[in-house]
């Protein structure tokens, strides 16, 4: 319906809103819902579904969003399925918040990420202002809890972690989302988590058709039950240690079917969520895991600076949880906590024999003494808790690294070469392997390297080996070479021959790709033999490679238990 201010007289529509219902305005005014304030009891925000937004068609309604409408539509050139968001009058009718709207998505388009829903388009069209995303039909994570109630505490974790390393993608872009809750979780058919409304909650986080709230606001940012004390004082120096707040909120209610806080007036929420401490969730399910009720409750403290200070700390701890590993973050904490107790026991030594000096000359040699050996032993205290704590950064970096590998390695095994490359940068790559850089800008050139190698060759023959029939060799003669693709001439026979670097039998290649990076070269015949079904030649190839050889015999093991090739 639509509706006017009595105190400000600013007109808005609003769905859902019904006879009785409080509302706040932008003016920071509340009044009741009555005759005198409602213009119109059916208007726009409650037409009929248009046929065409922009040029998309629309197919179905999908249902009632922070901003507006969401809709069901067709790619007009793809012909695929897309979720089409069209924002509400309010939003419309005000010039900054449409500005903001497309910068967001405009911004957000470019991240390509696999648990990020992703951004196709946006624009205007009559009196809409509409967004275009990727159609996810698997639901989200408040349906599962509807569905399904409390989760199995590792899917929980799992879904939180994957969570993560969309914010992570998103955080290395700038953009922070600011309204993490499970209604943002979404699932793709194959069960991939997304996250929804990335870098969109600047303007979009909205409680308003909230069902816990009965006082609608024109003016809240975010949503009450997963707000960090911070933004609901002042949005807008949120930073990610926001969305570690929101997503700790998320999977507390994931892992216990509940919220750590919960009220029906918003102001008391935010009351409860600044002063009051949360219940512990292990109170609530005894079988919760210590590490993961650590975990959670380290994510909603009250003080940002108590919290994980980034994503990759959350996730770093999420993920040493699901493969039953040690915390980094304890580690972290335990070496603090060693070096702040030498400290004061150094300084409690240091002034007493100093008052001892200072009041009994006669017993200065003794005291020299007594303190030499009592500052000696506080060295050796000091050197052994010293190596205590670089021996837990190291194996904290140990730790981070073999994740870090053991992640990439699928990745390379299956050729997502770039994929690798991004997950290496924001996974902290480039200080803790710093070799890889290379390896990794070589293994994505090779086609193009290969390429310029036969340019060489134009005019000139060649014997080579088609992996379709390995044991003939052919003598072509080298026509030309266009894009990443060899034409030539069988010499014999004259017929006519086309082929990639991949169509050559492994040793072929070798003797093609002299001159790469020695790790990259292993790293892409290793995966040549095993695609060849030549496993125990690809096992000796990666043997060789110290850095992350293992993982990716590992990685051929589970394909080969499991039938695939790369």
């Given amino acids: 319906m639509k509706i006017i201010c009595p105190h400000c007289k600013r007109v808005t529509e609003l769905e859902h809103v019904s006879h009785g219902c409080n509302v706040e305005c932008v003016c920071s005014r509340e009044f009741k819902v009555d005759d005198s304030s409602i213009l119109e009891e059916y208007s726009e925000i409650d037409s009929i579904i248009p046929e065409r937004i922009g040029q998309y068609e629309i197919t179905e309604f999908i249902g009632y969003g922070g901003m507006g409408k969401l809709y069901k539509g067709i790619h007009p050139n793809l012909g695929i399925p897309v979720a089409l968001k069209a924002l509400r009058m309010e939003y419309v009718t005000d010039k900054a918040s449409c500005e903001r709207f497309l910068k967001s998505a405009r911004i957000c388009a470019k991240l390509n990420h696999p648990n990020i829903v992703r951004v196709y388009d946006c624009g205007y069209d009559k009196d809409n202002v509409y967004l275009v995303m990727e159609f996810i039909s698997g639901g989200s994570a408040q349906d599962l809890l509807e569905r399904e109630g409390a989760l199995d505490q590792h899917r929980a974790a799992q879904i939180a972690h994957d969570v993560c390393l969309g914010l992570m993608a998103a955080e290395y872009h700038g953009i922070v989302h600011r309204d993490i809750k499970p209604e943002n979780i979404m699932f793709a058919d194959d069960g991939t988590v997304k996250v929804l409304d990335m870098g969109l909650a600047k303007i979009s986080g909205d409680p308003r058709i909230s069902s816990y709230s009965p006082t609608i606001s024109f003016t809240s940012l975010g949503t009450e039950q997963y707000m960090p004390p911070e933004q609901a004082i002042d949005a807008s120096s949120c930073d990610s240690r926001a969305d570690v707040y929101s997503l700790g909120i998320t999977l507390y209610q994931l892992c216990t079917g509940r919220l750590p806080f919960e009220s029906n007036n ?139 590998l053991s992640s990439i390695a699928p990745m390379v095994f299956s050729g997502h070469f770039s994929m690798a490359f991004e997950y290496y940068s924001l996974r902290n790559g480039r ?136």
């Fill in 266 to 404: 918003p102001q008391e929420l935010r009351r409860m969520h600044a002063l009051e401490p949360p219940r512990p969730p292990r109170e609530l399910r005894p079988d919760l895991h210590p590490d993961l009720e650590y975990i959670i409750l380290k994510c909603i403290r009250k003080n940002r600076d108590d919290r994980y200070q980034s994503i990759d700390e959350l996730e770093l701890d999420l993920d040493a949880f699901l493969e039953s590993r040690i915390l980094p973050s304890k580690l972290v904490y335990d070496t603090r906590g060693q070096s702040v107790s030498f400290f004061q026991r150094l300084e409690h030594v240091r002034w007493r024999y100093a008052l001892l000096f200072l009041g009994a000359a006669a017993l200065l040699s003794i005291s020299t003494f007594y303190c030499f050996f009592s500052c000696l032993r506080e060295w050796k205290r000091a050197n052994s808790n010293l190596q205590t704590a670089v021996q837990m950064r190291n194996e904290r970096d140990r730790l981070h690294v073999r994740q870090m």
């Fill in 431 to 566: 200080e803790l392997l710093p070799e890889l850089e290379n390896v990794f800008s070589a293994l994505q050139d090779i086609p193009y390297f290969f390429a310029r190698q036969w340019r060489k060759q134009i005019g000139k023959t060649a014997v080579l080996s088609f992996r379709k029939d390995p044991s003939r060799r052919l003598t072509l003669h080298i026509n030309d070479v266009i894009g990443n693709t060899v034409y030539a001439t069988d010499t014999k026979t004259r017929q006519a021959y086309s082929f990639t670097v991949h169509d050559l039998v492994p040793e072929d290649q070798r003797r093609c790709l002299r001159g790469v990076n020695p790790i990259a070269l292993s790293a892409w015949l290793g995966r040549e033999y095993a695609s060849c079904g030549r496993r125990k030649e690809a096992e000796a190839v990666f043997k060789s490679l110290d850095l992350f050889g293992e993982y990716l015999i590992q990685e051929m093991k589970r394909d080969g238990e499991a039938g695939k090739t790369p």
